[in-house]
């Protein structure tokens, strides 16, 4: 019956474990992508004034072992990537119209 029973708390606490590498990948993985759409924002002249405070934010919350929070910021700044995109195509046919 012991032996069932450290089995079984192991077993828990691999899968705890587990569960939070998984998560910590997921937003490194996350923040690493938002990187990646500040760049392109920036290399098409329209990074948006708060992207790069967000990001910070998002490292901070992976530090402080919030990962839930750091992909919620990441995709915060992915998700803007669209807008930016359209603003800079946008941007190119602007100008006067007389």
Do not use: C, H
């Not at 839930?68 to 995709?75: C, D, F, R, S, W």
């Amino acid at each position: 019956m012991r032996q069932l029973k450290r089995i079984k708390i192991l077993i828990t606490a691999f899968t705890f474990t587990f569960a939070a590498g998984l998560s910590a990948t997921e937003a490194d993985d996350a923040i690493q992508q938002a990187k990646e759409a500040q760049k392109e924002a920036a290399e098409l002249g329209y990074e948006w004034r708060d992207t790069g405070k967000i990001i910070k934010n998002a490292e901070a919350a992976a530090k402080e072992g919030k990962d839930k929070k750091a992909i919620e910021l990441a995709n915060i700044i992915i998700d803007q990537l669209p807008a930016v995109r359209k603003q800079a195509a946008i941007a190119k046919n602007a100008g006067p119209r007389f």
